[in-house]
Nanobody, 128 residues
Framework: QVQLVESGGGLVQAGGSLRLSCAASGRTFSRYAMGWFRQAPGKEREFVAAITWSGGTIYYEDSAKARFTIFRDNAKNTVYLQMNSLKPEDTAVYYC?????????????????????WGQGTQVTVSS
């Protein structure tokens, strides 16, 4: 029902910025919450940020708000993750996901199992 494709990853120096994009197919994109997760080598996947259909956002920690911003452009069926002041610890494969359990949720989830559809991921590498 929904297909997600991430892009925008790459190699950056510490302190640099990247904007990740997640393009979604389907007209129902605007109805659902979207999330970003990441997985570093040898580590489990972790939550980064999520956004509701109406634009409400949550982040993995309060301090992340200073560096990461999740936003969406429903006209383009795309959700973004703007990452600034990148650190080597941000190095990971970043995945976007869609929560299709119900439309128009007033909240977003930080748990992996809540999401139904996942992209293939895009590599982000931050050098020191």
């Amino acid at each position: 029902q929904v297909q997600l494709v991430e892009s925008g990853g790459g190699l950056v120096q510490a302190g640099g910025s990247l904007r990740l994009s997640c393009a979604a197919s389907g007209r129902t994109f605007s109805r659902y919450a979207m999330g970003w997760f990441r997985q570093a080598p040898g580590k489990e996947r972790e939550f980064v940020a999520a956004i509701t259909w109406s634009g409400g956002t949550i982040y993995y920690e309060d301090s992340a708000k200073a560096r990461f911003t999740i936003f969406r452009d429903n006209a383009k069926n795309t959700v973004y993750l703007q990452m600034n002041s990148l650190k080597p610890e941000d190095t990971a494969v970043y995945y976007c996901a869609a929560d299709l359990s119900a439309p128009y949720k007033n909240y977003a989830s930080s748990t992996e199992k809540q999401y139904d559809t996942w992209g293939q991921g895009t590599q982000v590498t931050v050098s020191s």
